[in-house]
């Protein structure tokens, strides 16, 4: 089992800034994405190999907390933590934290579900065992350490 992951790390961009000069609000759910992706792939089984295997995992639900402002140029760790998982949803909350100064920025949580090609729920445990196990290695176990 891996123990060492890369943190994601995201500089902000000027085009995701708002016209207060602060990252748009909705920047950050693809964010989320963006640190959900990259964790899939280092557990290895990214999107591209699970649509492979006939599985897609859409969003059920997506929330955020602001705590305070990303500004453009900063950079941050998007920090992805698998919560719940039973085979059939999936729960990842995520923490975005300065990379300079440790403070924390936002939180957050998506909740997903395993379908198969034709949009019905899959049970991980009785259909792909590889990568039920895999998941459930992982389940909440902070990868930021």
């Not at 019905?120 to 792909?128: A, C, T, W």
């Amino acid at each position: 089992m891996q123990t060492n992951f890369d943190l994601y790390e995201h500089q902000a961009q000027y085009y995701e800034t708002d016209q207060m000069g602060i990252i748009h609000h909705s920047n950050y759910i693809r964010w989320f994405e963006e640190a959900r992706t990259n964790l899939l792939d280092q557990l290895g089984f990214g999107y591209d190999q699970m649509e492979k295997l006939g599985i897609i995992i859409p969003v059920l639900a997506i929330t955020c907390t602001y705590k305070s402002m990303v500004y453009y140029n900063d950079r941050v760790f998007i920090i992805p933590k698998i919560e719940e998982f039973n085979g059939i949803r999936l729960t990842i909350s995520y923490r975005i934290i300065d990379k300079a100064t440790g403070v924390l920025r936002t939180t957050g949580e998506s909740k997903h579900c395993f379908l198969d090609k034709t949009n019905r729920p899959i049970s991980l445990k009785k259909e792909q065992t590889k990568m039920y196990d895999l998941f459930n290695d992982y389940w909440g176990i902070d990868l930021s350490k």
